[in-house]
């Protein structure tokens, strides 16, 4: 189960609140779970972010694989 | 048997629906009938082929971003005409209006009824009004019927092996939009309906090339109609994922939602099947009007059944039509 | 595409005998079926799917619970995964009642707020990814017109059951990504068996696949994480506590299984005010399923869909028999919609 | 402002809601448009008159003394194409159906269509279907739309002082029927709606003398229907109270109900003003045919504006266009 | 219509006087409205209408009453007249609730039985022909979810109340013939003025108002019955006796009217359970009528509808203000639809 | 007020219902207010029987109009 979607922490509001970007869509969640800045990414589940993401990571999916997939391999 | 609302949505079991509601010997007037379910009916009089369709329009909310239902009603109706080739002439209005309704709101239909109709030439000839009783309907409805003139007609079942599948634009705009505000989903203005009147854009494109085949993705959005057209054609089609145009919003509030944006509809949007060597020509042409400025040739016709799409990683699924309206999820 | 391409080269490389996998988690599922990646797997490596869509293992008792408070007058606020999973006497959707599709527990809470008059009931399914956000809700102190059914699960225990039993000829598992987003993975350090975390995107489950099978060859087992941009050993810490504050695991049955120790999540005590099977005297009966619905099978990952006779016959995904059938990410249902006509 | 219910209801307070509603610039395409508020449309098309209409219809019970409706909803259609001198050829239909609908019910209600259509030699050749979930409509919705095609337009604005107004049958039985039904009074099978296609019936007269005007007495009745004639017209009628045919079985129920018949739906006349030299032959050629066996000369026209009746004993009254439904009345 | 015509000849050779008579019947003024009489009278014989319509006499507390009745949830059954009447916010039509229109008493007492969980309300107006009805329906043990607002009047209180005024120059009484056909006329012979009993057909009327000219031609006064096949002088006595022994006489007010000694009718103290206002505890409030509106006026034969300011302009059929445009047997209403034209 | 129409006694049932003819027209009406029988004609206002009509008075009102007027006019 458990679909979750990375997002940029655009606002803070309220303490628990954040506006986050999806890609081209903003939308508020909670921020009850996580302790996480402006500029962060986090991941999203039920309108609640459960995780932080680091920056480059939320930003950059491709390459990460290449790096894990690689590093794998160097093994 | 009772009527469930999967009955209404789409799909094989709408078509159980549908065997009930077509069960009439009277179902053709010497063209093309009741018995096709195609986008409309052809009527051959006087050497002219009369296209002739009707839709029913329901949608909540009633005025959404991008559009309202009164510019969905004429849409949907100019749209099934031109599927057929049809350049629309006509078209009445039957609506049902709950008591208590907002006559402001009643004005904003009618005014982006006409701002639609403007947009292709047609006009409203006729139509009736019927007032229901607080309890006894929950929000308007409005039924269009269209009568459209076809030089050719296009049916949805023309689709031939090597054909290039092209769809006119981005997909699930519209069904993304709806689905979100009735959701409860505050995505506000960030996403819009691509309801529009498509007359003018299949005008351009049927001048420049051999459409085979044409449809518009509307309930049960591609997966549904790219499927309808492959059975009835009795070909395959492959789907190209990466080729698919799709709005960056609408992909993130189709995964926020859990919904397949294949699945949703859409009410500007044409799919058509068209001559390999004319596709580039058809493409260019679509390209060029701004309803279809997104345009893609996104796969190809083959020998064989079913609808399969290449996944970006290679892969190879099914696209099936979808059974009931998709429902957000969680998981 | 080029990443994914050369972890499938690497893949299709290591391969070189029978493995079978499997994965608990629907959204694995979903993944696996939308990118068709089954097709483009080694031929001997096959991935099956384990008890883990919350729709698929919430027992039928548990619907029925939540029209019973439909019946009551209660707004039964939901995910619109469990709307059609039919209980005894139909569905959430197909109840009349006022039954409202929400984003997650705290828009449910939203409209106990804006409808003070009226209850509110939030149907509260999930695995560990999903129950501390509804333990953050319950903290927030909702109104007292607000309540939940908890109907949560625990990844491990059944994880553990499913070993003990043996049945399956498993060689690992693909741990399910955003359940250890909270929970970290230490606590599945223990499971004698090869064990990845992967994330969702199709590389991601690619380069899960890679690290169990390199765990295999080499005839190890330990908890490799694929998905380190997302999980860490210990999870999210703060959600975890969070949790553990307002539930406490106990004994439950799961759809297809036997109850199963320590598996469920029910609010402590303190919180009885926002139980609503205290609320209402709700109580959750036991249904006998269907006899020939092999779903238990299917999700113990010891039997196929297809290894079903009701399946594409009397089964499908308009009339649903079995749970698998019903959730979007069921195995039958997807095995029904993406698999069937390869037969 | 809100839609009530007396906006739908025909008569001077439809016309407000009328006036919102048909608020468009593209309101006719080139011959009688939506601004006639007739029938129906025509449209030139290749030298021809396309005869286009629409109604919803909505009907409570659906099965009824006399019909259902299914007849209702392709007679309704039928007979808004004759009244204009169209001869029907095809119909669409739009069914919005709730949740919960009996498939037994709806196949009924196709056949009795299939029935209705056969009667003139017409097609329903497209449709479309919404199924709504429970608590959002109580019953089915049908609309029907209609193309027909005219030799000779008649309009319902052509009555010329001298024409003899005659109607082709019994008044009222329709809408004592249906709203005895309504209100729990159980006439069992004693009062039976005149519902029917009366295409060969209006064929019939056109082809033997000169109808000046025509109109279907439906929504408020026959006061509704020579009201709207005799103003669209810009004359006076008047009626004679003992030459109007009614039902006995009409007449008393009326009377127990207290409502007056002239004010409700028929479904199976109409009235029509003809050159008074043809009078005696038109209604000869209706009565030959079996939905005309009742027809009758009931006034004339007359220089100047309002419709009045000369009472059985010597006075006289208006009959004015009622406002709202009718309401069963104990005093 | 030889009949017809010979007794018209016979008022037109009687009339050489002004004449001014009054019906104290709605079902009279629909019926002269109907026929086009007032077009065929002698043009100084003139008819005007008093207070004999129940809808236009129910005062707007009334009415109020019945939207409170919806408030409560009780399904209220009425007689269609009564639908369109306006309160003080909106009607029973435009209340939303569960208000069932019925052919009489006797149909609410059937939907009472067949929905026992719900309350049903009858609101019960009407004058002396329709009080017996609802009496002997009392009478046969209704079930207890069954109850009435009784708003009846009795007619012989007004007429005394009229005369009393003396402001109307009235030279005699059209009597209510189905009235008179349960009550009988003898309680009007206490009037000293001419008055006739007539039914409802043009004849009747016709030949009512011959009886009245004679009797004014001679200089007497008395009551004639023009209307025998229905009308005797001591009425229905059983179904006199039926009424009273469910009803009592008390002090009400009418609209238009002030309250009038003994003019309405209450249950007694032994159908309290049947009582709507005690079972439920709603109050009928007085309320205030628009102040332009002469409907009072009207009603009491003084003043013509056309009289009004507010006629034609400000209230119409569609938007009445008063009672008497609200009713079909209204006095305005009807002037509206079959005399404003004439003006 | 008061609608009322005449109509004829067909069959009476269980003591207080009737079925009468009002004119090609049958309905049950209440006859708790009348005593009467099968043949007679009765006066019905809101579902009951609200008085007995003799049986020419009910067929024939014309007739009666005409011996009414005459009656009075010979007076
Ligand atoms: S196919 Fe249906 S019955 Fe069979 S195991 Fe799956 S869900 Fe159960
Ligand atoms: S016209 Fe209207 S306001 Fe005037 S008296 Fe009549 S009801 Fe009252
Ligand atoms: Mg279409
Ligand atoms: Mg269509
Ligand atoms: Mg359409
Ligand atoms: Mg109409
Ligand atoms: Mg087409
Ligand atoms: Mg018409
Ligand atoms: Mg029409
Ligand atoms: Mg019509
Ligand atoms: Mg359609
Ligand atoms: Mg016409």
């Known amino acids: 189960m458990c679909i979750a979607m990375p997002a940029e922490v655009l606002e803070i509001k309220d303490g628990n609140i954040g506006v986050v970007d999806f890609g081209d869509l903003k939308q508020e969640v909670r921020l009850d779970l996580v302790d996480v800045s402006v500029g962060e990414f986090v991941l999203v589940h039920v309108g609640f972010a459960i995780q932080r993401l680091s920056r480059e990571e939320g930003l950059e999916t491709r390459e990460v694989f290449r790096q894990v997939h690689a590093a794998m391999m160097e093994e | 048997m009772k009527v469930n609302l999967m009955h209404g949505a789409g799909g094989e079991v709408m078509g159980e629906l549908l065997r009930v509601i077509t069960n009439l010997r009277h179902n053709n007037a010497g063209g093309i009938g009741l018995e096709s379910l195609d986008d409309g009916a052809v009527i051959p009089l006087n050497g002219q082929n009369i296209v002739f369709t009707t839709d029913n329009h329901v949608v909540s909310p009633i005025f959404f971003p991008g559009g309202d239902i009164g510019r969905i009603a004429v849409c949907g109706t100019i749209n099934d005409l031109a599927m057929m080739g049809g350049r629309p002439v006509a078209l009445s209005c039957g609506m049902v209006i709950p008591e208590g309704f907002d006559v402001a709101d009643l004005e904003r239909i009618v005014a982006s009824m006409d701002a639609a109709l403007d947009e292709c030439g047609a006009s409203l000839v006729t139509g009736d009004t019927k007032v229901l009783e607080r309890g006894a309907l929950d929000a308007i409805i409005i039924n269009t019927a269209g009568i459209g003139v076809a030089e050719r007609v296009v049916r949805d079942n023309g689709l031939v092996p090597g054909d290039a599948i092209i769809v006119s634009g981005t997909i699930g705009d519209h069904g993304i939009a709806i689905m979100a505000h009735r959701e409860g989903f505050d995505f506000g203005g960030q996403i819009h309906s691509d309801v529009a009147p498509l007359w003018t854009l299949v005008e351009g494109a049927l001048a420049t090339g051999d459409i085979h085949a044409m449809k518009d993705p509307t309930r049960g959005g591609f997966a549904n109609a790219i499927n309808e057209m492959a059975k009835k054609s009795r070909v395959g089609v492959v789907i190209e994922e990466e080729a698919l145009p799709f709005r960056k919003s609408v992909q993130s509030a189709a995964g926020m939602l859990g919904i397949d944006p294949l699945e949703v509809a859409n009410e500007g949007k044409v799919v058509m099947g068209v001559a390999p060597d004319d596709a580039e020509a058809i493409l260019a042409a679509l390209r060029s009007h701004p309803y279809g400025r997104d345009a893609a040739i996104v796969g190809e016709v083959i020998e064989g059944s079913h609808v399969t799409m290449r996944t970006a990683i290679g892969g190879e699924r099914f696209i099936e039509p979808p059974i009931g309206d998709p429902v957000p999820r969680v998981c | ?343």
Chains 1, 6 share one sequence.
Not at chain 3, 40 to 52: E, F, T
Not at chain 3, 62 to 71: K, N
Request: glycine share 10%; with cysteine; charged share 20%.
């Open chain 3, 1 to 343: 595409m080029a990443v994914g391409k050369e972890i499938l080269d690497t893949l299709h490389s290591l391969v070189d005998q029978e493995i079978t996998l499997m994965h608990i988690c629907g959204t694995h599922e979903a993944a696996i079926a939308r990118a068709g990646l089954r097709s483009v797997l080694p031929s001997n490596l096959k991935i099956v799917m384990g008890p883990g869509c919350p729709v698929c293992i919430t027992p039928q008792g548990e619907i029925d619970a939540a029209l019973d408070l439909v019946e009551k007058g209660c707004i039964v606020a939901t995910y619109g995964d469990l709307l059609r999973v039919p209980g005894s006497k139909g569905s959430l959707e197909s109840s009349g009642g006022d039954v409202r599709v929400v984003q997650g527990v705290h828009k449910a809470v939203e409209i106990a707020r804006n409808e003070p008059g009226r209850d509110v009931v939030f149907i509260s399914v999930g695995f560990e990814t999903t129950a501390p956000t509804v333990a953050a809700a319950i903290l927030a102190n909702p109104p007292e017109n607000f309540s939940i059914l908890s109907c949560h699960r625990l990844v491990p225990p059944a994880m553990a059951w499913l070993l003990e039993q043996g049945e399956a000829s498993l060689q690992g598992f693909i741990l399910p990504g955003h359940v250890c987003t909270v929970m970290g993975y230490e606590e599945y350090e223990r499971f004698p068996v090869p064990q990845v975390v992967a994330g969702f995107e199709p590389e991601d489950i690619l380069l899960g696949l890679v690290m169990a099978v390199q765990q295999i060859r080499e005839g190890v087992h330990r908890v490799d994480n694929a998905y380190p941009r997302a999980v860490s050993r210990e999870g999210n810490v703060k959600a975890k506590r969070l949790m553990y504050e307002v539930f406490e695991p106990f004994d439950v049955e799961w759809r297809g299984f036997p109850v199963i120790p320590k598996s469920g999540l029910r609010l402590k005590p303190e919180f009885a005010g926002y139980d609503a099977q205290e609320k209402y005297g709700i109580e959750i009966r036991h249904v006998d399923k269907h006899s020939a619905c092999i779903c238990d099978k299917v999700l113990r990952g010891v039997a196929r869909p297809s290894d079903c006779r009701l399946f594409g016959k009397v089964c499908t995904p308009r009339t649903p028999v079995g749970p698998c059938m019903v959730s979007h990410e069921g195995a039958c249902k997807i095995w029904h919609l993406y698999e069937s006509k390869r037969a």
